[in-house]
């Protein structure tokens, strides 16, 4: 017999008592470097806003819970993954509907993608939805999502969701509970969170033992407006352009336990260099146009307009126009365990 066949003799006997060589999977296991089954992608929004607008005709936000179009990465179909570690998906609620209260152990954002007027409560506090806001639902909060409309003006509005339900899936430590009413009782005015914690200033009496920041909204007119200051006063990075973290006021560290969110603004003309980092990345077109170049494969992105990065993927931005990017990842999770890496050529 040979020694190849000696081998597979002996896996042979070894697997019926659920056993197997480490041997023979070992690279696989402890890469020399991340080997990220996902893939670079781009979704197009003109493309999927007229499949989101049939949904409505199908059924309501009430009927699905939460009428959303799940962006799956191509190479991980059915598993509702973006990445390994985060879920996304654009949701759609029309006006003059409701989204039932229910709340999950799950971490959720919500950036607004497109119309206004929409809102959503969370906890007993409810904000007004406008486009580039980004908003928190921290694990086991109770929230419901509406739309009335502003000025007297309904519009349908989209937002992209990006969950750790992959790392919850992961930890089988998932639990979620509808709540018994369709809405909360609003218990705090709109901005309340904003005006005890939005300007670098904290209640003198307040405790906040909490992992999320006590900011559950973040105006995009206030990041804006930092963005533009900082193009004012400096140079943009050769990689990133102008990029900005959103942070917790409290502790400065991640707004979010599991997901690390990211505004930044390219210059028109900026050709940034290739950079790579273990933490994949989706991307949010807020303004602007311009290309991402992933791993050799080259996208053109427009306003509204998603796209992931995978883990350890090269990078290179460009902007044809001026052009402000939101972006998330699990950057707070692999600082903890401390296995963040980058790399810049």
Not at 189 to 203: D, L
Request: glycine share 8%; with cysteine; proline share 9%.
């Amino acid at each position: 017999m040979t020694a190849t066949a000696a081998r597979q003799a002996y896996y042979d006997r070894i697997r019926p008592l659920h056993l197997s060589p480490l041997w023979e999977s070992l690279h696989a296991l402890v890469p020399r470097e991340p080997q990220s089954p996902c893939v670079p992608a781009l979704w197009r929004y003109e493309a999927i806003k007229p499949l989101l607008m049939e949904s409505a005709t199908l059924i309501t936000a009430e009927e699905a819970v939460r009428r959303v179009l799940v962006l799956e990465n191509p190479a991980l179909p059915g598993r509702a993954s973006i990445t390994q570690s985060l879920y996304a998906g654009l949701q759609l609620i029309m006006p003059g509907e409701v989204a039932p209260a229910h709340r999950h152990v799950q971490s959720a954002l919500r950036f607004i993608v497109d119309g206004q007027g929409a809102y959503t409560t969370v906890n007993g506090e409810r904000t007004t939805m406008y486009p580039g806001d980004f908003i928190i639902t921290p694990s086991w909060a109770w929230h419901d999502h509406g739309n009335e409309g502003v000025g007297g003006h309904s519009e349908p509005v989209v937002w992209l969701d990006g969950l750790d339900i992959p790392m919850l899936r992961f930890f089988d430590a998932g639990f979620a509970e509808n709540a018994d009413e369709k809405l909360q009782q609003v218990a705090q005015p709109e901005g309340h969170s904003f005006a005890r914690f939005g300007h670098n200033m904290v209640p003198v009496k307040h405790s906040h033992g909490a992992p999320t920041s006590p900011i559950f909204s973040y105006p995009y007119a206030r990041s804006r407006e930092a963005l533009a200051a900082l193009a004012r006063g400096e140079a943009p990075d050769a990689w990133h352009g102008h990029k900005l973290v959103y942070i917790n006021p409290l502790t400065g560290g991640a707004p979010m336990p599991t997901i690390q969110p990211f505004l930044q603004l390219l210059p028109a003309g900026f050709a940034g260099q290739a950079h790579q980092q273990t933490d994949g990345a989706i991307y949010s077109v807020v303004e602007g146009r311009g290309t991402a170049t992933i791993a050799g494969e080259r996208f053109a992105f427009g306003p509204r307009d998603t796209f992931v990065v995978p883990s350890w993927a090269p990078l290179q931005l460009a902007a044809s126009s001026e052009a402000v990017l939101f972006s998330f990842s699990d950057r707070p999770v692999q600082r903890a365990m401390g296995v963040l890496r980058e790399r810049f050529a």
